[in-house]
């Protein structure tokens, strides 16, 4: 299958579906996995200078590819890049590659406080300051102080965290591109109590999560109106559902889970059949959270 070459780390017809964490997906034309920051930059001047389409992965907690896979580069932060620099004053900087489990705790540790909700979210810090991924009611563009993007044609850009616009699972920079860095400003706390919050919000989650399920968390966002997509779609009678094998949790309908080797068409009927389902009984049109990667027909 896939082969290391050259200085770059790189693998070509990588299988998606071994990097995302819902285990569904075909190949990457080639996948990339940057060292350092000036890797990120010549991957992607070069890529820029071919031509070739440069794709952003973190951990693939957010994430469905099609099985047909996707063309042009995969770049992947988690492997390589995921330092911390830890200065007086409650400011940290963690790369993009950073897992926020990791994050949370070694700010626990260092006596930081702010990140506990964030611990149980299974994704990278530049993957969550991509889409602000957030839990119980903390966000994680609330805790960013800077941000530094490469953008696509490899150049370099600070930008202040107040220059984007952060709302409920979105963010806008008004520079596109890879977030390679991100500074933060956390307040002081003692350790002991902050590891009691992350102990309390992931028994939370494991009480009311499919924990350690196959899934990308949840497949569509909550409608403005302020209902819950969860029980909306557990009003529809979603819950349990299946389609091939990808199927709705029954702890939490929000939750697609894959129960064997699903394929993207069994998770995309899912979808389908439970954006319709609320249709019908809610008269809510859902919106997916859930990023699709590859040629979709809907
Ligand atoms: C069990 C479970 C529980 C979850 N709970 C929550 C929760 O409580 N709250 C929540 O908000 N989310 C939750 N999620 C969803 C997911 O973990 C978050 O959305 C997370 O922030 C995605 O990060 P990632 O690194 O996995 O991104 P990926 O899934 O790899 O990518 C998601 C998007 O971000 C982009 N991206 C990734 N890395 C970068 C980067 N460095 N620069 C620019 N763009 C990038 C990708 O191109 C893609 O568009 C959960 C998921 C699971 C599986």
Request: charge should be positive.
């Amino acid at each position: 299958m896939g082969v290391t070459t050259g200085r770059v780390e790189e693998v070509y017809g990588a299988k998606l579906r071994d990097f995302t964490t819902v285990g569904i997906g075909g190949a990457a034309e080639r996948m990339v996995f940057p060292r350092s920051l000036s890797e990120v930059q010549e991957i992607l001047r070069s890529e820029r200078q071919i031509g070739r389409e440069v794709r952003f992965l973190g951990a693939g907690s957010n994430l469905l590819v099609n099985d047909g896979g996707v063309r042009g580069t995969v770049m992947c932060l988690k492997k390589n890049m995921g330092k911390m620099i830890f200065s007086p004053g409650g400011s940290v900087v963690a790369e993009g590659g950073t897992m926020l489990p990791r994050f949370a705790v070694l700010c626990a540790l260092s006596g930081l406080s702010g990140a506990e909700e964030l611990a149980g979210i299974p994704g990278t810090v530049g993957g969550a300051v991509s889409m602000n991924a957030g839990a119980y009611g903390r966000s994680i563009g609330e805790l960013a102080e800077w941000v530094e993007i490469v953008d696509t044609e490899g150049r370099l850009a600070r930008l202040e965290a107040r220059d984007i616009r952060f709302a409920y699972r979105e963010a806008d920079f008004p520079v596109r591109g890879i977030v390679s860095r991100v500074g933060f400003r956390l307040a002081f706390g003692p350790s002991d109590q902050a590891f009691d919050r992350i102990k309390t919000y992931n028994e939370k989650r494991r009480a009311s999560q499919p924990w350690g399920s196959r899934t990308f968390g949840s497949t569509f966002r909550n409608p403005r109106t302020g209902e819950k997509a969860a029980r909306l779609l557990e009003q529809a009678g979603m819950k349990g559902v299946r389609e091939g094998d990808a199927l709705f949790s029954e702890k939490h309908a929000n939750f697609l889970i894959n129960a064997g080797p699903a394929t993207a068409a069994d998770a995309l009927r899912l979808i389908e059949r439970g954006r319709k389902a609320v249709r019908a009984a809610a008269g809510v049109e859902l919106a997916l959270e859930v990023k699709l990667w590859g040629v979709f027909d809907a």
